[in-house]
């Protein structure tokens, strides 16, 4: 193996290391299904491999992302529907705080699963830590079209009635 692809392995392997479990919680937010979600994530890292990291020059999470959604709407193309999650599994320690925050996460992971796909989208990235300048970038969409719709999804989740009966619990 020559320097420049143990280089680029190193690349990908890094890539991997930082994106491939916020990957699959983005797609699987699309999704609903874990195993669609890492073919998906599977198929990013795929096209990674043909990518020099020069062309990408710190782009990497953002086109990752863009692959990755790509992909997810060609899936849901696919499938012509629109599911909603109802599988959140979460691994804290404590079984009884685990079943109240898997339920509550299941809850609002349902609620968002029913919002319209670019709302859906938009927030599934604005909740990985994500700028809107970089969810424009991931989507196509303008940043100042993505600052509205993320503002209209989670002011369509606050005034959902189980939000607001959460919120007030």
Same mark, same amino acid.
């Given at each position: 193996? =020559? !320097? &420049?692809? $143990?280089?680029?392995?190193?690349?990908?392997?890094?890539?991997?290391?930082?994106?491939?479990?916020? *990957?699959?919680?983005?797609?699987?937010? *699309?999704?609903? $299904?874990? $195993?669609?979600?890492?073919?998906?994530?599977?198929?990013?890292?795929?096209?990674?491999?043909?990518?020099?990291? &020069?062309?990408?020059?710190?782009?990497?999470?953002?086109? *990752?992302?863009?692959?990755?959604?790509? &992909?997810?709407? =060609?899936?849901?193309?696919?499938?012509?529907?629109?599911? #909603?999650? %109802? =599988?959140?599994? $979460?691994?804290?320690?404590?079984?009884? =705080?685990? !079943?109240? +925050?898997?339920?509550?996460?299941?809850?609002?992971?349902?609620?968002?699963? &029913?919002?319209?796909?670019?709302?859906?989208?938009? #927030? !599934?990235?604005?909740?990985?830590?994500?700028?809107? +300048?970089?969810?424009?970038?991931? %989507?196509? !969409?303008?940043?100042? /079209? #993505?600052? #509205?719709?993320?503002?209209?999804? *989670?002011?369509?989740?606050?005034? /959902?009635?189980? %939000?607001?009966?959460?919120?007030?619990?």
């Amino acid at each position: 193996m =020559d !320097a &420049q692809s $143990d280089e680029r392995r190193r690349w990908v392997l890094q890539a991997l290391e930082q994106y491939e479990a916020r *990957l699959l919680r983005f797609a699987a937010r *699309l999704l609903h $299904d874990e $195993d669609s979600a890492r073919d998906a994530v599977q198929h990013a890292f795929l096209r990674l491999c043909g990518q020099s990291p &020069q062309r990408l020059d710190g782009r990497v999470g953002p086109w *990752l992302f863009a692959v990755c959604r790509n &992909q997810v709407v =060609d899936l849901l193309r696919r499938r012509g529907g629109n599911e #909603v999650v %109802t =599988d959140c599994p $979460d691994s804290r320690p404590d079984p009884a =705080d685990a !079943a109240e +925050r898997a339920e509550l996460y299941g809850c609002v992971n349902r609620l968002v699963g &029913q919002l319209p796909l670019p709302q859906r989208e938009a #927030v !599934a990235l604005w909740s990985e830590g994500f700028s809107y +300048r970089q969810i424009a970038e991931t %989507t196509g !969409a303008g940043e100042g /079209n #993505v600052r #509205v719709i993320v503002h209209r999804a *989670l002011k369509s989740l606050r005034r /959902n009635p189980v %939000t607001q009966r959460l919120l007030n619990s």
